[in-house]
């Protein structure tokens, strides 16, 4: 079975620092990894994703994540946070093989204060 | 424009009263699928399609019926709604790579309440 823990219901960060949301993960395989974010009142949009390769994905808005297999976590990482990127982040993982079910976690919101 | 739509946008309905919700894609997606979103609980996913006749259950299928006669539609079909089917449903599609989901595109979602 797949599964997404996102431990942290919020990160707090102040504009112009480092963040951090973190993403562990479990799937029998090798796994296909996504971040998408949700700005308020809006829909879901993706934002990068992992599928094989180098394990530093670069994606939208200055994003990147790093795909760690030992620790099974690909962590969602930003040199410098803006006020707006104030969003709610979901991780979602799927398989390389097979019926493409997709397990998503349940959300981590971000909240950079200026 | 390359979207997904969904209809309806907001839908107050009572229990037991079969209802539709139709989503629809233009950018010629193999995959499709519905999600559910509630507080605390995440992205849930209800029922997803490879193709057209091809569909699969996600986490969360009890009580949902889906249908994928053609490559563009995925309705999500509620025979007999309950109140804890009150949520917030996004449908979204995918072109497949070698049979593989990619990069998802999200409907604008449909606010179901049950009283």
């Known amino acids: 079975a797949q599964s997404v823990a996102q431990p942290e219901d919020q990160v707090n960060v102040a504009e112009g620092n480092p963040l951090t949301v973190k993403c562990t993960y479990s799937?029998?395989?090798?796994?296909?990894l996504f971040w998408y974010v949700q700005y308020p009142n809006r829909g879901l949009q993706f934002l990068l994703k992992y599928i094989t390769g180098d394990n530093l994905v670069k994606g939208s808005y200055g994003f990147e994540a790093e795909f760690n297999k030992s620790q099974t976590s690909f962590h969602l990482k930003k040199p410098s946070a803006l006020v707006s990127d104030s969003a709610l982040y979901f991780c979602a993982v799927s398989r390389n093989t097979g019926f493409q079910k997709l397990v998503f976690g349940t959300g981590t919101r971000l909240l950079v204060s200026p | 424009e390359a979207q997904v739509t969904q209809n309806p946008r907001y839908l107050i309905t009572v229990t037991g009263k079969k209802l539709t919700v139709t989503c629809s894609q233009n950018?010629?997606?193999?995959?499709m699928s519905w999600y559910r979103q509630d507080p605390g609980l995440g992205l849930r996913q209800i029922y997803y399609s490879m193709n057209v006749e091809v569909t699969d259950k996600g986490d969360v299928p009890e009580g949902y019926k889906v249908s994928r006669k053609e490559k563009r539609n995925f309705p999500l079909i509620l025979e007999s709604p309950s109140p804890n089917q009150t949520s917030l449903y996004f449908c979204a599609s995918s072109p497949l790579t070698g049979g593989i989901i990619n990069e998802q595109f999200f409907g604008p979602g449909t606010r179901l309440t049950v009283l």
């Open positions: 799937v029998s395989g090798n796994p296909y």
């Open positions: 950018m010629n997606h193999e995959y």
